[in-house]
């Protein structure tokens, strides 16, 4: 009996040090913790002094932004119903090609991300860094410098979204492809398949779901950012809004915004129910 309790204390005192946050926090843990925690409030009472952020401003200001806001109704389309709906269109199609574009350069190169793929670490470590440099430009930049370079219109647009998502859906698809289950992997390797044949048939499989679902995103999301993009001449129903708010004609400003906010509702819930469709089919198989 001794030598069994002997036993069990050794082992539990062997399990203590080699995973000691499962039997308490140690205080080098608990000092840790708590200088992290310290540090993150003296950091964002820093950023409002340094910012100046003062809720007694809104609070000053809300007189103004309810007269604005009475500007805006009622809505009114002056008469530009039809070169609306052109310009909504112009603001899908660049949404949609922008994303089916960043979709299919991002799934070829996702896997040269992967390190469960390419095992080759100095070209895995590139095109890591090529996904973050494109990511650290904003969308709007890219939508500026493409205007430079092809010149104003709906093409600088789906451009601009096209770069963007390339590096995001990038990024996201070779996490993915790095979380698949190994033993599909290993019984497709067993059969003789060559590399193409087992990202095929072992990895495609597991992550298309996936992959579909994060690009029927980007496409809802990339319809609000293209009626930004057409502010800087990218094309689309965001110009004509500019032009509407620069001359302060607020009505019709509130009748596009109208006409946004439901096209984008519509795509939400459609999009919506396509990712649920997809992520609910265990068996999919491309």
């Known amino acids: ?9 050794e082992k539990m005192a062997a399990l203590e040090s080699k995973h000691p946050l499962l039997f308490g926090s140690t205080f080098q843990s608990r000092f840790r913790r708590t200088l992290v925690i310290v540090l993150m409030i003296l950091f964002t009472l820093f ?7 003062n809720p007694l401003r809104i609070f000053l200001g809300i007189g103004k932004f309810f007269h604005m806001l009475s500007l805006f109704f009622p809505p009114n389309h002056g008469g530009w119903f039809n070169e609306y709906l052109v310009g909504l269109g112009e603001t899908l199609a660049m949404a949609f090609l922008g994303t089916l574009l960043g979709f299919l350069f991002a799934l070829p190169l996702s896997f040269i991300a992967a390190k469960n793929v390419n095992k080759n670490k100095g070209s895995r470590l590139l095109m890591r860094r090529f996904f973050d440099f494109i990511r650290g430009i904003n969308t709007l930049i890219w939508a500026l410098m493409f205007v430079h370079v092809v010149g ?10 096209f770069v963007s998502d390339l590096a995001t859906l990038g990024k996201l698809f070779s996490e993915a492809i790095e979380n698949v289950d190994i033993n599909q992997i290993e019984g497709t390797k067993s059969t003789g398949a060559n590399g193409i044949q087992i990202i095929r048939f072992a990895y495609i499989p597991q992550v298309l779901p996936i992959m579909l679902s994060n690009a029927l995103y980007f496409f809802e999301s990339n319809v609000r950012s293209a009626s930004i993009l057409g502010v800087l001449g990218a094309g689309g129903i965001g110009l004509q809004l500019w032009d509407r708010i620069r ?13 946004l906010l439901v096209t984008i509702a519509i795509i939400d819930v459609l999009s919506k129910k396509l990712r649920d469709m997809i992520m609910a089919n265990q068996e999919y198989r491309p």
């Open 247 to 259: 001359v302060n004609n607020w009505k019709e400003v509130c009748f596009i915004i109208i006409m």
């Open 152 to 161: 104003l219109g709906p093409f600088a647009g789906i451009m601009a979204i």
């Open 1 to 9: 009996m001794k030598s069994n309790t002997r036993f069990s204390i």
């Open 47 to 53: 950023t409002f002094v340094w910012l100046d952020f």
